[in-house]
């Protein structure tokens, strides 16, 4: 299953393929920023449903475990995308939490003794 995903182009280069569908722009690209250490990475659109993640070792290929890094990239994809729609979700509960949360320290501003 995940080698329909996972696709070799080349001995030093991999393709991954995302659904629009389910991954969000701002997920695909968070999701790549933390693999920029290790590789280059381009993102382009494959077909009107499908985007690909296309990796190339920066360094050796023989010192970078390529497949690894893709497997990594497919979770934290999942990550970024549940993160994402969590926040679409909750956002407005954390906000009323934090709003909350700070709501006294305005009320003793005028007590508060600053030098």
Do not use: W
């Amino acid at each position: 299953m995940i080698k329909d995903i996972i696709i070799k182009i080349e001995d030093n280069k991999l393709l991954i393929v995302l659904k629009k569908e389910l991954y969000e722009k701002d997920a695909v690209f968070s999701a790549a920023y933390k693999f920029t250490d290790k590789c280059v990475i381009l993102i382009e659109p494959i077909d009107p449903f499908s985007i690909g993640v296309y990796f190339k070792p920066k360094s050796d290929p023989k010192d970078v475990d390529l497949e690894k890094i893709a497997e990594d990239y497919c979770n934290e994809v999942l990550d970024q995308q549940i993160r994402l729609d969590l926040e679409k979700r909750y956002g407005n509960i954390r906000e009323l939490i934090v709003r909350h949360a700070f709501l006294p320290i305005s009320n003793l501003k005028d007590k508060i003794e600053i030098e």
